[in-house]
């Protein structure tokens, strides 16, 4: 066992800070206030290989392990929580169900394009009145004579939904075998009858682009199909488990960002004729911080290496995203009070990090789903054993 990141993780790691530091920091407050999508960015990202980390080269991508991925989003998401999921969505939920699941003819048409930045892509699960309870998807994909799929319906909360190219759309193509007829689809922006909504202006994330979806008679020709009829909700869950290792460095970032601006701060304010960090009030609450930060990263390094291993990772990856989750609220409640009131005003960053480290407990699976996915997993081990 090696807690040690190795030398190139360690290069990854520079990169990403470098990047984030010299090329996301400056825009970020302006951002969040407008909620203006970093495009520069994502293509920039793009170039750097960090739209389509894990993906074979072959396909375009960097070829790099899931280490490295949470490492450089927890760079990005320290610094820009908006850019960490704009660019976790399009890794792991995207390019890794094409790659995974796809054809060459989807991989070369689809994912080659995303994997270097030409393209974005967005993940169409959740729908109006269908979140957590995912097995229940109402919109339709009826099968047509000719062969082609005819889609109708809604989908909602969609990360990168206005600005994305390529969408991995979700939909019924058998209600009468309920989960086991659901079927992954591509489709793309523009295609006639695929309506995007307007986008949420949201608590926070606020540079991310959040809209919902509308089908209306969308015509999809079978190459359209990822894996095969009827395999879709696996292939949403699979995805998800793998995904939620992404938002957990994401919230991991949150935390790590904000927990690195109270440190920072401790030096600097003075409070009965020290340096606050030499009271032990705040020293409490840093040294909670460091542990709770570290602890996060441990379970997601286990999570990300499992991955990597071929081992299964359902369950570290739903303890990953809850624990770092949680934390990530707890950290940034605590960067803010250690601030004082200076922590609740935008100039000191710290309320940002607050408020971007909501979403985390809830998209890509609530922490209760997480709870349950956790809960079932460890079930079925005591069962076996
Ligand atoms: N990995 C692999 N397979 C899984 C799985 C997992 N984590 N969870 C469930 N499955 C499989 C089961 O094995 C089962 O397969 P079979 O029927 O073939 O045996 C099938 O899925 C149905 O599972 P259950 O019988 O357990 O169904 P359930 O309804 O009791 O529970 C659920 C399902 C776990 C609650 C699931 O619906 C779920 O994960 N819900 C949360 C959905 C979610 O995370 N949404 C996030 C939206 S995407 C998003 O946020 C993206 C974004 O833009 C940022």
């Known amino acids: 066992m090696n807690f040690q990141l190795s030398e190139d993780h ?196 606020r540079s991310s682009d959040t809209c919902s979806l509308g089908f209306t008679d969308v015509r999809v020709g079978p190459e359209r199909i990822v894996g095969s009829v009827g395999q879709g909700f696996k292939i949403a869950m699979e995805t998800l488990n793998g995904g939620r290792i992404g938002i957990a460095a994401q919230a991991l970032g949150i935390a790590s960002g904000a927990m690195e601006r109270a440190i920072r701060y401790s030096f600097e304010r003075h409070a009965f004729g020290k340096p606050i960090n030499q009271l032990q009030a705040i020293q409490f609450k840093l040294s909670d911080m460091q542990v709770k930060v570290e602890a996060a990263r441990m379970l997601i390094f286990r999570a990300a290496r499992n991955k990597d291993l071929g081992l299964s990772y359902i369950k570290e990856a739903a303890m990953a995203k809850l624990y770092a989750s949680r934390i990530a609220m707890e950290v940034a409640t605590e960067a803010i009070q250690v601030h004082g009131g200076y922590g609740y005003v935008r100039e000191y960053l710290v309320e940002r990090a607050l408020r971007d480290a909501k979403i985390t407990e809830i998209y890509e699976g609530t922490s209760e789903i997480q709870h349950i996915v956790i809960a079932r997993q460890l079930l079925k081990e005591y069962e076996k054993s």
């Open 10 to 205: 360690i290069a990854i790691r520079d990169a990403a800070r470098d990047f984030a530091e010299n090329e996301i920091a400056s825009s970020a407050v302006e951002r969040d206030k407008t909620g203006e999508f970093p495009y520069e960015i994502v293509q920039k990202l793009g170039e750097l290989g960090f739209v389509g980390m894990m993906v074979s080269p072959e396909w375009g991508g960097a070829g790099l392990d899931t280490v490295s991925y949470t490492i450089a989003l927890e760079e990005i998401a320290k610094i820009d929580a908006s850019v960490a999921v704009i660019m976790s969505v399009n890794n792991s939920l995207v390019c890794w169900v094409i790659e995974t699941f796809g054809t060459d003819e989807q991989k070369e048409r689809f994912l080659r394009p995303l994997a270097t930045g030409q393209k974005l892509g967005a993940y169409c699960l959740s729908e109006p009145g269908i979140g957590s309870d995912a097995t229940q998807q109402a919109t339709t994909a009826a099968l047509q004579p000719d062969g082609t799929y005819v889609l109708n319906g809604a989908k909602n909360w969609i990360t990168n939904g206005t600005t994305a190219d390529h969408y991995i759309v979700f939909a019924q193509t058998d209600a009468s075998k309920k989960h086991h007829g659901i079927t992954c689809f591509l489709v793309d922006k523009g295609m006639p009858g695929f309506e995007i909504g307007q986008k949420e202006d949201k608590l926070g994330i």
